[in-house]
């Protein structure tokens, strides 16, 4: 629960208080045996920082690792630090081997390097300090003093001298997210923090419980946490993200969203992130030539930035973090981040005469209610005529029909308004949204040959998926991408005759595919079966059907799970057969509904007219489940599976 400190008795934490917690750690350490598969053991992970009243953090770091085997001596052969040399100061100061033979060697931290950092996509200087700590041994343990000032994201003040160019965004507030867990196991965490006592402060722990405290001491509240035995958490595929499950503290001075949502209006209207050019109002004017109403032109202007302005963070300049680029530097460069794609949509709808501002969301993971500053990405909203505002993502819908990527619902963002706005969450895109339908005709030749041909239309996410075999490559891989979906599920079979649409014309209509084939040696005919499966329900284009990748041989889950976004799948095909047979075999019929999913499918063989005919509907109602939804979302690719693993076995009546 949320808790607003006053005051707490104090708890005694050894990591920070023990003399000497080196060696205090290295006599109580647990053995591998305690830990099976582990590669090492975090003995301890102590952090205190200092807050002043400008909200300038400064932050030491004290970590104790002992080495359970090599894969463990591998990992800790180098210890890195990254940072953002525009917004934050590191060092290494200390590393200490104690090796298991008694013997204790000092690093000389005059051999730690600064370097770029490994980049893609975005280059925009960021440096690791790094240090070659050297040839480990099982039962070895290495002792790491770090120092960190500033925070994680650049903003204007970079040109400023000393310690002013660390403070935190929203000058005078402090915020941090504390991760108390580990890919490895962690026999006990510590973090403290000293914070003027005039600034009030909020926090919660999430996913477990902490030992706190918080203590008045010359003029600051000592805040401290502390867990002991601290385990990885158990993985599981397509789990939410480890932050949404694992214990982890949020700690913020800051009020509430609203003022949250008011600084981040303010810092980007103040630096004039939205100012339009004659050049951009020229290309806005250009643009709109065709617009007849109002989701035209917000449309329109929409899929020119999403299309036009590439995914590159190259350029710089004033304007990082959460201060958007100038809508000027975007447009001249055609390339940037989301924030930079984000405030050009700003820019541009601006221009066009619409009420528009940026907006922050988290990919990827849940958003907690503490306004600690837990976002990755930046939107763009617009306020329509009706005065609702409109989500738009200019960075997530290139060549995709949609504005808003419902491979987003069910995500936490937060606007950047003038009348101010809470935390909100996006809703469930219904799954007839994202439709794939694959309708086929085909006919069984009596040597075994498969002749036929099927269509395919899909809309939403999953006219998405389909449309990128085309937008993701030259022209002339088109057609081997298509073909490629198929051999690799059917590899005799041959593409006679191929047909689509103009993959760039989007917005004229859903994807359509048409392809006509022959699969020699398909289905197993004698004297007196036929067995087969019907072509569509194969695993074909499975990039449409991500669902159909889950690991379904989990009963149960521990933790929420998700796909790529809501789904409809609609599988229809009519076999026509070279005789006339009755069932020995067809996958049974199946038809259930669930919260999570439902399914219905099955086969209806006509023995008159020599013809099979396959129908499967498959409705999976959202992105992100929790985990007591499992067993119906299960049971519903399951029933799929069965009836794309099965084939039917049919007796030829002579």
């Given at each position: 629960m949320k808790k607003w400190i006053l005051l707490y008795v104090a708890i005694a934490c050894p990591v920070l208080l023990q003399a000497d917690p080196v060696r205090n750690a290295l006599d109580h350490s647990e053995s591998k045996d305690a830990h099976p598969g582990a590669n090492y053991l975090v003995l301890f992970d102590s952090t205190k920082v200092d807050v002043q009243e400008s909200g300038l953090s400064y932050v030491t770091m004290h970590?104790?690792?002992?080495?359970?085997?090599?894969?463990?001596?591998?990992?800790?052969?180098?210890?890195?630090?990254?940072?953002?040399?525009?917004?934050?100061?590191?060092?290494?100061?200390?590393?200490?081997?104690?090796?298991?033979?008694?013997?204790?060697?000092?690093?000389?931290?005059?051999?730690?390097?600064?370097?770029?950092?490994?980049?893609?996509?975005?280059?925009?200087?960021?440096?690791?300090?790094?240090?070659?700590?050297?040839?480990?041994?099982?039962?070895?343990?290495?002792?790491?003093?770090?120092?960190?000032?500033?925070?994680?994201?650049?903003?204007?003040?970079?040109?400023?001298?000393?310690d002013e160019r660390y403070i935190p965004p929203m000058r005078g507030h402090f915020y941090d997210i504390v991760e108390f867990w580990n890919r490895e196991p962690m026999q006990e965490k510590v973090y403290q923090t000293s914070i003027p006592k005039d600034k009030t402060v909020q926090f919660e722990f999430y996913n477990g419980e902490a030992r706190c405290s918080a203590v008045l001491r010359d003029g600051k509240m000592i805040y401290t946490f502390a867990k002991k035995d601290i385990r990885p958490v158990k993985r599981e595929p397509w789990m939410v993200a480890p932050s949404d499950v694992a214990p982890k503290l949020l700690i913020s001075t800051s009020p509430d969203w609203n003022a949250k949502s008011a600084w981040f209006y303010n810092v980007n209207e103040d630096y004039g992130s939205f100012d339009v050019t004659p050049e951009i109002q020229d290309k806005v004017d250009e643009i709109l030539t065709e617009a007849k109403s109002e989701m035209d032109s917000i449309s329109l202007l929409t899929h020119w930035v999403a299309d036009e302005i590439r995914y590159s963070g190259v350029s710089m300049g004033e304007g990082e973090g959460y201060t958007l680029h100038k809508g000027e530097m975007t447009f001249l460069d055609r390339c940037g981040v989301c924030?930079?794609?984000?405030?050009?949509?700003?820019?541009?709808?601006?221009?066009?005469?619409?009420?528009?501002?940026?907006?922050?969301?988290?990919?990827?993971?849940?958003?907690?209610?503490?306004?600690?500053?837990?976002?990755?990405?930046?939107?763009?909203?617009?306020?329509?005529?009706?005065?609702?505002?409109?989500?738009?993502?200019?960075?997530w819908v290139p060549f995709l029909r949609e504005l808003w990527s419902s491979a987003e619902q069910q995500q936490n963002y937060l606007l950047g308004v003038p009348e101010t706005a809470d935390l909100m969450i996006t809703p469930v895109s219904p799954p007839e949204n994202h439709y794939l339908y694959m309708n086929g005709n085909s006919e069984i030749l009596e040597n075994g040959t498969l002749q036929g041909n099927i269509t395919i239309t899909a809309e939403g996410q999953s006219d998405a998926a389909l449309r990128r075999m085309f937008t993701g490559s030259p022209v002339s891989r088109w057609e081997k991408n298509i073909e490629a979906e198929i051999k690799k599920e059917h590899p005799r079979a041959v593409l006679t005759h191929i047909s689509y649409d103009d993959p760039y014309d989007y917005m004229s209509g859903p994807i359509r595919l048409d392809i006509t084939y022959e699969i020699p040696e398909y289905a197993v005919v004698t004297e007196e079966e036929i067995i087969f499966t019907p072509f569509a329900a194969t695993e074909i284009f499975m990039r449409g059907m991500s669902h159909m990748h889950q690991n379904t041989n989990l009963e149960e889950r521990e933790h929420a799970f998700r796909d790529r976004c809501s789904r409809l799948v609609r599988l229809h095909e009519q076999v026509r057969l070279p005789y006339k047979t009755t069932a020995v075999f067809l996958p049974e019929a199946e038809a259930f509904q669930s919260e999570a999913a439902s399914f219905k499918g099955g086969y209806d063989l006509d023995p008159e007219a020599n013809r099979l005919t396959l129908s499967e509907e498959i409705t999976l109602n959202k992105r992100i489940y929790p985990s007591h939804e499992w067993p119906g979302y299960r049971k519903a690719v399951e029933s799929q599976k069965t009836f794309a693993e099965n084939p039917v076995i049919l007796k030829i009546e002579k």
């Open positions: 970590r104790l690792y002992k080495v359970f085997n090599a894969s463990g001596a591998r990992d800790l052969s180098v210890i890195t630090i990254g940072y953002d040399p525009l917004s934050a100061y590191v060092e290494i100061r200390e590393v200490t081997i104690y090796r298991k033979d008694g013997s204790i060697e000092k690093l000389d931290t005059a051999n730690v390097l600064d370097y770029p950092a490994p980049a893609r996509a975005i280059y925009w200087g960021a440096r690791e300090k790094m240090i070659e700590v050297g040839r480990l041994e099982p039962g070895d343990a290495v002792d790491v003093h770090l120092f960190r000032k500033g925070f994680t994201y650049a903003l204007l003040e970079a040109g400023q001298k000393d924030k930079d794609k984000a405030g050009m949509l700003v820019t541009m709808l601006r221009a066009a005469g619409f009420e528009s501002y940026a907006a922050m969301t988290m990919a990827g993971s849940r958003i907690d209610y503490i306004p600690a500053d837990q976002f990755n990405h930046s939107v763009t909203v617009v306020k329509q005529k009706n005065g609702t505002y409109l989500l738009l993502d200019p960075t």
